[in-house]
């Protein structure tokens, strides 16, 4: 390729962009607003979503919730039996340290 041929494409194309408009020749038009819009129906379906979101995040909370009070509750009770098995293993060992008069050995 010869360099006078680069040359002349090289300064020809400020030309070519100054031919070009900022606006296209045939201008676009778009749909109506009233097609594009959502409208009532948008509006009433995005209601109905936040309060269906709404009513199941508060349901999720109420049944952690529950499940951490349950768990407190078994761990109190769990407690509670085991210090009554240790109570009543205390009580066995004294019982068996005593001779058959009743005195302890």
Not at 82 to 104: I, Y
């Amino acid at each position: 390729m010869p360099l006078g041929t680069l040359s002349e494409a090289i300064s020809g194309i400020p030309v070519l962009l100054a031919g070009a408009s900022a606006e296209p020749s045939p201008s676009p038009s778009g749909p109506p607003a009233e097609m594009v819009t959502p409208g009532f129906a948008g509006f009433a379906i995005m209601a109905i979503l936040v309060v269906i979101v709404v009513v199941l995040v508060a349901d999720m909370l109420r049944r952690v919730r529950r499940t951490r009070y349950r768990q407190e509750v078994a761990a109190e009770l769990d407690a509670e039996q085991q210090a009554r098995d240790a109570k009543a293993a205390s009580d066995a060992g004294d019982q068996d340290t005593d001779d058959a008069d009743g005195q302890t050995l």
